[in-house]
C-alpha cells in the first residue's frame, strides 16, 4: 500500500480500509493505464499533487496493467502520480427522497439543494429479472395522449422505443406522458444532452407538480463516455428500487442513441474491432442489458419511454433497427407532420404497440384496425388528392376515408398541456371507426 499523508489528501477522499492497494499512473493515451491489481468495475482514485482526486474505474486489463476511464475530465496528469484502488462497483442513492432531485451518474446532486441524505445505496449493475418470474402485460398504461391511447395503446411493463430526429417535439412528447401518466413515480435520464436544454426541460416541460414526482439522472455531452453509460445504469437501478417496493415506475431515457455512441467510445478504447457502421459489439449487448432490465418483475413494473435518433428518417441504421427488435413497441415520429404544426407529430401508420391487443378488449381492437384502414387509405391516395387528379366516385372506400380524414386529424390533433382520458378516448375511436362501414 502507498504511504501517503493526509496532508496531500483532497478532504473529500478519506483512507479507510476500502483503500487497499495502490499503484503508479504509467500512461495516458486516451486510456490511463496504472500497474495496480484491480478486477473490471472498480473504482480507483488519481492523485494529482494539486487539486482533486480524479475518480476512475477499470474497464479493462491486460497481465499486471489495468485500464482505467475517468469519470470526469482529467487534465495535468502525469506518469508516476499514485493510484488507490478503491472499492469494487458503483452505487448510488435510491428511495422516496430522491423525488424531485437531479444527480449525476455517480450519485451527486446537480440542483444545489443541498446534500442528499437517508437514501438506501444500490448498486448499479443488477441483473434483469427472470424470465419466467416477470408477470404478464395485463393493464393499460394511460398516456393521456390520444394517438398513442387509441390504436398504439400501451401497458403497464412495456418498453416502448420512441423514434425520431431532432426538433420533431420528442421532449415535448416525454414530458406530457410523464406528466400526464398514472405512474407513481418517474425516473428520466438525460443521456448526453446539450447542458442548454436540461433546465428547459425541467422547468417548462416537466414542470413543477411532474418534478415533484421524478427523479432526473443527468450526463451532458461534453462529459466523459464512462460517466454517460453510467448515469443510464444509475438511473435503472433507481427504478429497479421504486419497482422491488411494489410502485408503478415510468422510466425514460432520452436517448439510447448517446448511450450507444457512449459504449462504442468505451469499446473502442479497449480497442474492440468496429462492426457495423463503426458500433462495436459491446454496444449491442449494452443496449440489450438496459432494454432487458426494465419491464414487469415478480412484484412491481417499470413502464419505459427509450428515445432513439434517426437522424433523416433513417429506421434501418444499425442502433434504430436492433433497438426496434428489442423493445414491445415503437412510435414514430415524422418530420413532415411537425412541419405542418401538427402535435404530437406521430406516423400512426408506422408505429405499432406489440401488446395492444392484450391490454385492449375485442371491440375497442375492432375499433383501432378501422381507425388504422382509414388513414391507410388515405395514404394511398394522398398525392392524387393533392394534385386533382382524383375523381370522386370512383371507389366508395376511398370517397368515405376522404370524408372521414378531418375528423381523424382532429381527433390525433391535441394541444400540448391538453390530456384526455381513456374513457374520452375511447368514446371517441369508437363514434369515428363505427363510420367506416368495410
Known sequence: MLGLDMPAMNRSITLTPLYCMGGRLKSVTGLMTCAIPAAVGDHCAILPRDGDPVLAEVIGFENDLAFLVPFDAAENLEPGMPVL??????????????LGRVIDGLGRPLDGKGPI?????RSVNRPAPPAMERQRIRDPFVTGIRAIDSVLTCGGGQRIGIFAGSGVG?????GEVANGSKANVNVIALIGERGREVAPFLE???????????????????QTPLMRVRAAQAAIAIADYFRSENQNVLFVLDSLT??????????????????SRGYTPSVFQTLANTVERLGNAAVGGITALLTVLVDGGD????IADYVRGLVDGHIVLDRKIAERGFYPAIDVSRSISRVATEVVDRDFALAARKFR?????????????????YVRGSSQQIDKAIELMPKVEKFLKQDVGERSTFEETRTGLFQIAGAWPF
Request: hydrophobic share 40%.
Open 85 to 98: 484502488r478503491k472499492g469494487k462497483g458503483l452505487k448510488v442513492p435510491t428511495g422516496r427522497n430522491l
Open 170 to 174: 420528442k421532449s415535448t412528447l416525454l
Open 315 to 318: 429506421m434501418d441504421e444499425p
Open 373 to 389: 384502414a382509414i388513414i391507410a387509405t388515405h395514404a394511398e391516395v394522398q398525392d392524387l388528392i393533392r394534385i386533382g387528379a
Open 204 to 222: 417548462d416541460v416537466l414542470g413543477k407538480d411532474g418534478m415533484a414526482r421524478s427523479v432526473v439522472i443527468v450526463a451532458t455531452c461534453e
Open 117 to 121: 441524505t437517508d437514501c438506501p445505496m
Open 258 to 275: 448517446r448511450l450507444a455512441m457512449a459504449q462504442r467510445e468505451l469499446g473502442l478504447l479497449l480497442g474492440e474491432p468496429p462492426s
